[in-house]
DNA sequence: ATTCTTAGCGAAAACGTTTTCGTGTTGACA
DNA sequence: TGTCAACACGAAAACGTTTTCGCTAAGAAT
């Protein structure tokens, strides 16, 4: 087992100076060729490669993207991780993933402890507890740290920062438009509860899309679904909710769902009940995963561009590292420059499939 | 803006030297009981945190584990990873992500990338296309450099390291005796090309088990798909594939899929002509993930317990990055501790739902 | 009064870089 | 011969820690 050779090693055994071995690598013209030709050919042999963490330590910079998100087996996540990962390598950097599993506590730790030096930068979507607390404090405090952070698709006025976010109000009246289009008179809406930002950009973008055609909004036809608990393994309740919401209000023809998942499961339900999909009733999801795409009859969705809204928060971020360094050498204080923030908007797209005319 | 203090800044401020104040928060009864409380009453005020960067080199060591993955939209990848994440920080670890995309070059960038420091070891799946080309010298080079790593799903041979695998060939024999049991003569394999080995493990568990059942394996029965394609971009490729399949096999009454797509592809073409699942064809998919769980009707499916392995290969490799500090407290040589590797084999579960009888 | 402990603290090295600033040697030029 | 620039290289600081070792002063022991 041969460890990494360092810059010290070389300088010994070439019987020169640290500085000179450095220099030469670097191809700096104080060293004359034959040295550097030595020294280069010498590391090559034994593939010497710079330290990492002590060009961090120098650099006072990781060259790394902490990326803090809820949950990572969820197909929205890892698209934009995907996306994520592909500018920052592109530019030079790496990511390092922080899952805070929708919990309050394990966000902070997470954050702190990559925030002491581990990273430049965090790209990051609220967890739901901390939604529910409008406790955002440890954000602030990362920032007023010096270290940037871009939000995406979960996040909040409270804090001043670039954002990166899906429409999620258009979205959703793009989806009940298409619905009214269709002919639908009846749309149901399967939403959540209101304290996660985008499900209520949703249901407004609903209710948008139904006052606008001139329809008037049936409260009954809203149904809210507590996703506190574990809906993936309490499958039967939702499917047992809404099969009542079905029976309880058979004029229903169409279903706009705030995520994929309860539209499979409209769908599903309504075909247990004997309703045909689209004929009976018309079915839209938000989020295009990979549901969508399988199920039969595969859903029409609103795709959000995961990977997409990855890359821009990347971009983002990364020009803003990239800028400080910039202001640094030109001497300019953070008062002179001042912080106008970026919020930007992915537009979604409806990707028809089967479930609708 | 405030940055970070530093042990340097508090040492001025509170006129003692900086080892004093590195002393005092350690609780070092070095210190004088009054001066400790000082310093730490100071760092308190001014949350402090010691440096990451500066730890890393000094202790010679990140605390942080590389994970290499072929692609990261994937239910299984990202549930490995939420696995590996649970046990890394329990343990005190970060986790740092690369994507090789399935490539060969990437994986090595990716390697050399995070092995010059950044990390403490590996966790990695192998790339198809260094499956293909047989190319391994990249691992064995980083574990030369003593940078353990452990491989898990795709694994091979030629390195010698730790390994978590699951037990495809047993999963498939389960699978197959399985429909074997529920009166299925003619089951069908869909499979992809061999040289990815787990898809070569599931063909020969079938193979096995229909033989051990004493029925002839039917070589017009094993579908081969080329998945050097993007499959999921061309369904339409995949869908015909199978339909023709099932129309030149009219006999078959199951089919055994090494993956969740082809698992589910089937069942909507088998139904698409006509049959019904599971009174015509039983199907059951390999990969326990979102789609079978969804897809109607529910796909019976052999679960591969993806955190399991994920944790499994943290602990690992967790375990031997520590005893690597415990055997040079002892000032044992690398050959007295000869490298025992540890190959661990998950078994599978079939969770039995709807496409099977 | 002298020596010995011990408590309490600081200096410095080390981890692996990069970079600034010297410094000695050479050759050219006056 | 003396001056000067250019060349080639080395010393040292800095990034932020931890830790070993040494030092001083005070009190205890002789």
């Known amino acids: 087992m041969k460890r990494k050779i360092t810059l010290k090693q070389i300088a010994r055994e070439l019987d020169v100076s640290i500085s000179t071995v450095s220099k030469a690598l670097s191809n700096s013209k104080e060293i004359s060729e034959d040295t550097t030709q030595k020294i280069q050919a010498f590391a090559k042999l034994y593939n010497y490669r710079p330290n990492n963490i002590a060009l961090s330590l120098k650099n006072r910079k990781t060259k790394t993207i902490g990326i803090l998100i809820p949950e990572i087996v969820h197909h929205f996540f890892s698209t934009v991780i995907r996306g994520i990962e592909l500018i920052a390598n592109r530019r030079g950097y790496n990511v390092i993933v922080g899952l805070s599993n929708e919990s309050f506590t394990k966000e902070i730790i997470n954050m702190e402890l990559l925030a002491n030096g581990s990273i430049d930068g965090f790209i990051l979507s609220i967890s739901k507890e901390t939604l529910l607390k409008q406790d955002y404090h440890h954000f602030n405090a990362t920032i007023n740290q010096g270290i940037p952070i871009v939000m995406f698709d979960r996040v909040v006025n409270e804090v001043d920062c670039d954002k990166v976010i899906v429409d999620d109000f258009n979205g959703a009246v793009k989806a009940v438009k298409k619905l009214v289009e269709n002919g639908c008179k009846n749309i149901a809406l399967l939403t959540t509860m209101d304290y996660v930002s985008v499900g209520r950009l949703r249901t407004q973008g609903y209710l948008e899309a139904l006052e606008h055609s001139g329809i008037e909004a049936d409260p009954n036809l809203i149904l809210k679904i507590d ?69 039969t009859p595969s859903l029409t969705t609103v795709s959000q561009h995961g990977q997409k809204i990855g890359e821009q928060a990347a971009n983002l971020l990364i020009d803003r590292l990239e800028a400080e360094d910039a202001e640094m050498d030109q001497y300019l204080s953070n008062n002179e420059r001042k912080s106008d923030y970026i919020k930007m908007v992915i537009e979604t797209e409806i990707i028809e499939r089967e479930s609708t005319k």
Do not use: C, W
């Not at 994929?260 to 309703?275: D, N, S």
């Open 227 to 295: 996703d506190s608990l574990d809906v993936e393994n309490h499958l039967d309740v939702l499917e047992t909710e809404i099969a009542q919401f079905f029976q309880t209000n058979p004029n229903i023809d169409a279903v706009f769902a705030v995520n994929e998942l309860y539209a499979v499961t409209a769908m599903k339900v309504a075909r247990k009940l004997g309703l045909s999909i689209p004929n009976d009733i018309q079915v839209i999801g938000f989020t295009d995963g990979v549901l969508s795409k399988h199920a």
